[in-house]
């Protein structure tokens, strides 16, 4: 199960039915639902087996600020770990399935498979970059680097997961993506309109085909 889609790369077979092992169970979400909630205790990290989950904080007014979408392949629950505490809400976009890793049996494992250290090193990382990408995003793009920027990562991490890099569905509303990039509902799709204009892609609904993907890359100006 975990072969193509969990923790993956530079894992040998027989390590990698070690890891396999570790999943006893396996969660399906239904669209709107959650997976877990700010402040719930942490006990096991996910991994996106099928579907797409959102990352949010939410304030006590109820203005919600959403951190992340989730891809199939990546993994959810790493920024509870310090204070063994969730620090967002976690929310099913489609009905998904994620595979579950028990924080007590992974600290096992961990210690007879050195590469599972590195590859949880690696995975924080990559946790701490995409929030530093977020924050420049906000603070320092305009909001058509902003958008091009968006539509890029989720084109390089589609690929990466074999993909199409141009032809996708977005599995988020206008709204959410708004939200996500500080930028407003009409914004975001006065954005899409005009980018459809200018050849750089085609969008229906949420359908989306890249036409001219350095041309987008150029107008986003930055390492998506």
Do not use: W
Request: hydrophobic share 45%.
């Amino acid at each position: 199960m975990l072969n193509e889609i969990c923790l993956p790369l530079g894992m040998s077979s027989h390590d990698l039915q070690k890891l396999d092992d570790l999943v006893k169970e396996r969660i399906r979400l239904s669209k709107g639902s959650a997976l877990f909630h700010l402040d719930d205790e942490v006990d096991a990290i996910y991994a996106l087996r099928t579907g797409s989950i959102k990352t949010q904080l939410e304030d006590a007014s109820g203005q919600v600020q959403i951190t992340g979408f989730l891809l199939p392949g990546e993994i959810i629950g790493m920024d509870g770990l310090l204070n063994n505490r969730h620090v967002s809400h976690s929310i099913a976009l489609v009905d998904s399935e994620v595979c579950v890793m028990p924080l007590n049996e992974l600290d096992k494992l961990s210690l007879q498979l050195p590469i599972l250290q590195q590859q949880l090193r690696r995975l924080m990382s990559k946790e701490i970059n995409r929030a530093h990408t977020l924050i420049m995003n906000l603070g320092a793009l305009r909001s058509e680097q902003r958008l091009a920027a968006f539509l890029i990562n989720l084109s390089q991490r589609l690929s990466t997961l074999g993909y199409s890099p141009y032809q996708f569905i977005l599995r988020m509303s206008r709204e959410e993506i708004g939200n996500f990039l500080g930028l407003t509902l009409e914004t975001v799709s006065r954005l899409f309109s005009r980018f459809a204009r200018e050849g750089l892609l085609r969008i229906q609904q949420r359908e989306v085909m890249i036409l001219d993907l350095p041309a987008l890359q150029a107008m986003a100006g930055v390492d998506c």
